[in-house]
């Protein structure tokens, strides 16, 4: 990873909460960067070797209290120093080429006028898995949809010009996207961004996707995110 005393080109942010299983395998991935960067994880209380693993990568850490991702993501988007910014969950994993392929990215004349995500990839893959990983990509591309587990690369001007992420225990992804859509395209970076499956693995493929479309709708009709994270995350 390209250390530097000047602002990174890249930004890194990242929400934790007791992911320490899954989040070095993501770090390691992030310093194979070719890109000069900064890694902010936004730590909501963990209790296991978060800390430690921060300190080993030279991570910054930053608490946040009480625990809530839309809170997380917009502590660490305000001490960010880079030009473009990339906000990530904790499960997921890069692929090889990423830095490379953003390096190429970034380069070009209107880049910074879009927001950008990744293809979402499930592991381990299964035919249900495959399939929802379709229904995501057609979502992502005709609805202007991509959602949390598909990352998203948008530069600082165009973050700040759409109010950044809402403080909100659930949905901010969601929220952060349709306020985007009113002003940006949202595109596809060209590359898979891998996510644990261990959700999909306790539900189902099929009663997860029902289960979050359901939340889905009553955000829309106007329920409030504090009641939809006691659903989805229990009391």
């Known amino acids: ?78 001490r960010a120093r880079g030009d473009w910014l990339l906000f990530l969950h904790a499960d997921s994993r890069l692929p090889q080429q990423w830095s490379a392929w953003l390096t ?20 381990p893959s299964t035919p249900a898995r495959r399939l929802l990983e379709r229904a995501v990509g057609l979502r992502s591309r005709w609805l202007q949809r991509p959602y949390g587990d598909q990352g998203l690369l948008l530069h600082r001007g165009l973050y700040e010009r759409c109010g950044g992420f809402a403080e909100l225990p659930l949905m901010e992804d969601l929220e952060l996207v349709e306020r985007l859509s009113r002003i940006a395209e949202l595109r596809r970076i060209g590359l898979p961004l891998t996510t644990d499956g261990r959700r999909w693995q306790q539900e189902g493929v099929l009663r997860r996707s029902w289960r979050n479309a359901r939340l889905r709708r009553r955000w829309r009709q106007g329920e409030s995110a504090a009641q939809l994270a006691k659903a989805y995350y229990g009391p």
């Not at 970034?106 to 006028?113: H, V």
């Not at 879009?114 to 499930?122: G, P």
Request: aromatic letters at 4%; hydrophobic letters at 50%.
């Open 104 to 123: 190429t990215l970034l380069q070009g004349s209107s880049a910074d006028a879009s927001a950008w995500y990744f293809d979402l990839r499930i592991s």
């Open 1 to 78: 990873m390209a250390r530097m005393n000047k602002a990174p080109e890249l930004s890194v942010m990242i929400p934790c909460l007791n992911e320490s299983a899954r989040l070095p395998l993501l770090l390691a991935d992030l310093r194979r960067s070719e890109l000069s960067l900064e890694i902010l994880l936004a730590d909501g209380g963990s209790s296991d070797a978060t800390a430690q693993i921060a300190g080993l990568v030279g991570a910054h850490l930053i608490g946040v209290h009480p625990a809530g991702r839309g809170r997380q993501l917009r502590a660490a988007a305000a």
